[in-house]
Nanobody
Framework: QVQLVESGGGLVQAGGSLRLSCAASGRTFSSYAMGWFRQAAGKEREFVAV????????NYGDSVKGRFTISRDNGKNMVYLQMNYLKLEDTAVYYC??????????????????WGQGTQVTVSI
């Protein structure tokens, strides 16, 4: 059984920073690509960032490029999302996700077979 637990969400002022963490357990974490998605109220879940198993490849959604950074620590089974220059439109529930199988890598939700419960990020004026 794979478990992903996000933490680090909260309330932050526009222009501020926040770091999300995702703790993974239950399988060989280092073999799998990991992603972050988000879902704002009334909207569909959207891709935020993905990182390959080694950390050598990353991709970002257009709305967060240059502001967010995804990273991982395979020794600790952790994935992080550093969010800088936050905007009101970044307000959403943020989800950590793990690819369904080793070697899978993508921006679409179909790549991911395991999801955390989400952590709320609220950006205020």
């Amino acid at each position: 059984q794979v478990q992903l637990v996000e933490s680090g969400g909260g309330l932050v002022q526009a222009g501020g920073s926040l770091r999300l963490s995702c703790a993974a357990s239950g399988r060989t974490f280092s073999s799998y690509a990991m992603g972050w998605f988000r879902q704002a109220a009334g909207k569909e879940r959207e891709f935020v960032a993905v990182i390959s198993w080694s950390g050598g490849t990353t991709n970002y959604g257009d709305s967060v490029k240059g502001r967010f950074t995804i990273s991982r620590d395979n020794g600790k089974n952790m994935v992080y999302l550093q969010m800088n220059y936050l905007k009101l439109e970044d307000t959403a529930v943020y989800y950590c996700a793990a690819a369904s199988r080793p070697g899978m890598y993508g921006l679409g939700q179909g790549t991911y077979g395991y999801w955390g419960q989400g952590t709320q990020v609220t950006v205020s004026i």
